[in-house]
């Protein structure tokens, strides 16, 4: 029994009696600013990391499902088998590996059994899956760049995991920081179990990794016994292509986790994690226990999505870098064009108040600011200028980035970031003092 008012009311629920995480700001960052992208629709926004939306016109489900139902046909089904499979439960572990897992190898060189692959809700149950079934220990760590996407952060919250933060450098995570982290937790009675990275175009940071600092990171993770958690969400925006940690690790350390949702499109809700690990001496594969935990989580991936993205997959000649490839001009575009205005605008490196980084790929740039980037400023950046961006300081463990903003160039034609970058500097004039 719970007091509202000063009154004993039953069934009210007290705050401290649910889950730490339901507290925890992180959770709550995102519901604000959609909530506040819905109270200024007129504004323009840089704050979604959401694919165009061009690219939704191109989207024909039915012709893609009965690509993939041709498909199955082919491959020895009756029509009525085939028609069975996209309308009832499937398999945990999915319907599409084999295309998947031929598209990985042809697209990435990732050379992944059907067995090793579990097609998931989006990376995002793709990560949930993984740590839960890494992290045992309270004694077990994960490292984390910093900053860092918050659905890996977000995840390891709601399962109690403990979290370390590992500073970036121009070539991605800090190595030196890895392994000084790597020993901390030794010193501790514990274990880095498990190190997240995006090497490629981290979302937010935006940093790449060497082809040498990957080597390194996959040394690292041999040496002080680790996995490699990657997340390759944004790999195919890059005008030049680097070997994918998977395809360069031989030691088994690397388990790959990726997303139809920003070469295919994000309704689909339809991810992947390669997960070939042996586990114990009896032949079977991580992703078969990772399916087992999906059971009782979403049960199954839907079919219906699994098949539009078959069916997408089929239509390119089984292949996702030749769906991405228009697209990531697209995003190349968007993102020099969002760099140039800001020079053009605020100067070529700001005023020496404000300063921005200049990533090679993705969806996002990464600004400074003089003052705190809180949620009255983004209040007052979109109800007196019209124009909306990311406070930085959910994506930063322990505190950092309070002064600090993203913007996202993804969803945005080119008049658009020109019209927002003007709305922005006039708002950083105002309100900042540059």
Known sequence: MAAVGGKAVSGVLVRESLHPSLSDPLLGSLGFLNE????????????????????LADIDAQRFLDRFLDHLRADGRSPEQAWRM???????????????????????????DPRGIVITVGAQEAMLLVLRA?????????????????????????????????????????LEALAAACRTARKAGGRLRACYVA??????????????????????????????????????TAATELPTLKALDTA?????????????????????????????????????????????????????????????????????SAIARHKSALYQRNLSHLVRALDASLGPAGSGRIRWNRPEGGFFVRMH?????????LERSAGKYGVL??????????????????????????????????????????????
């Open 36 to 55: 506040v992208m819905s109270r200024y629709p007129d504004a323009i926004s840089f704050a979604p990391g959401a694919p165009h939306p061009s690219y």
């Open 86 to 112: 996209l309308h009832e439960y499937g398999p945990a572990q999915g319907l599409i590996n084999d295309l998947v897992g031929e598209a990985l190898h042809r697209d990435q060189g990732i050379k992944a």
């Open 134 to 174: 890494l992290f045992r220990s309270t004694g077990d760590v994960l490292a984390v760049a910093n900053p860092c996407f918050v659905g890996m952060t977000g995840a390891a919250r709601l399962l109690d995991i403990t979290r370390v933060a590992i500073g970036e450098t121009e070539s991605g995570i800090d």
């Open 199 to 236: 090497p490629d175009f981290s979302n937010p940071g935006g940093s790449r990794m060497t082809v040498a600092a990957r080597l390194e990171l996959l040394a690292l993770a041999e040496r002080e016994d680790f996995h490699v958690l990657e997340d390759g969400a944004y790999a195919f």
């Open 252 to 320: 088994g350390r690397v388990i790959h986790i990726g997303t139809f949702a920003k070469v295919c499109f994000p309704g689909a809700r339809v991810g992947y994690v390669v997960a070939d690990q042996s586990v114990g001496a009896g032949g079977r594969l991580l992703a078969e226990d990772l399916a087992m935990i999906k059971t009782m989580v979403t049960v199954n991936t839907s079919p219906l999505c699994q098949g539009v993205i078959a069916g997408m997959l089929l239509e390119h000649g089984r292949s996702l």
């Open 369 to 377: 600011l003089p003052v705190p980037v809180d949620e009255d400023l």
């Open 389 to 434: 961006w990311t406070p930085m300081s959910p994506f930063y463990l322990d505190g950092g980035g309070e002064r600090q903003l993203r913007l996202s160039c993804s969803y945005l034609d080119i008049d658009a970031i020109d019209a927002g970058v003007r709305r922005l500097a006039e708002f950083l004039t105002e309100e900042v003092g540059i």
